[in-house]
């Protein structure tokens, strides 16, 4: 992998550093912010979203196969297939209480219109699993939502990562990490906390 690396500190944080990885490949231009939020907005939404009280939903398929149907490798993996949910944003309105809690983050971003956003909780697993590669918006490898960005924000510190076809992306607490929403990328567990929780968010 071939990278080109540029730090900047314009209108950030003193302690934030802004990472661009370029690649040879247009599609998976990366561009990592960390220490995106000041501290003790990011402590207030972690706490919010670790919380005993967190509402969490069963997403009972974190990515879906019609390989599964005859794929043995599919099948053995499926057990792992599956993550906590909360639907904050959609359909052109808030969709969880909890959506609140995620205004500094957008107003930092400055989108022009949002599509999506999501919490996301992976479990902790004996090893490390990697889940299967996808795209947040539109049929895998279409141009449907062509220009719009997808933006992971990391709510805790572990050893699980995001994945792309040419590197990785590691979980970090109060790292963003935003690339074109039709890049492939995939998710993990964790095997060192008992969870992975970040923030997904897609718009224009």
């Known amino acids: 992998m071939h990278l080109v690396l540029l730090t900047s500190l314009k209108n950030r944080a003193p302690a934030s550093v802004v990472t661009i990885l370029k690649t040879m490949d247009p599609l998976a231009n990366l561009e990592i912010i960390d220490n995106f939020l000041p501290p003790e907005e990011f402590e207030r939404i972690s706490e919010v979203f670790t919380g005993q009280d967190f509402p969490w939903f069963v997403n009972k398929a974190k990515v879906m196969h019609v390989a599964r149907m005859f794929d043995p490798e599919l099948q053995a993996a ?58 947040d918006c539109g049929e895998y490898g279409s141009e449907e939502f062509e220009g719009a960005t997808t933006a992971i924000f990391y709510l805790n510190s572990n050893n699980g990562y995001t994945k792309f076809h040419n590197g990785r992306v590691d979980s970090v607490a109060n790292r963003l990490v935003k690339f074109p929403v039709n890049t492939p990328h995939s998710g993990t567990s964790t095997t060192n906390e008992k969870y992975r929780v970040v923030l997904n968010i897609n718009y224009f």
């Not at 969709?95 to 957008?106: D, H, N």
């Not at 902790?124 to 889940?131: A, C, G, M, R, V």
């Open 78 to 135: 499926e057990i792992y297939n599956w993550q906590m949910v909360n639907y904050l944003y959609g359909n052109g309105q808030p969709l969880s209480q909890m959506y609140e809690y995620v205004l500094p983050i957008i107003n930092l971003l400055q989108p022009r219109a949002l599509i999506r956003i999501k919490a996301n909780l992976n479990h902790h697993t004996d090893s490390l699993q990697e889940y299967a590669f996808h795209t």
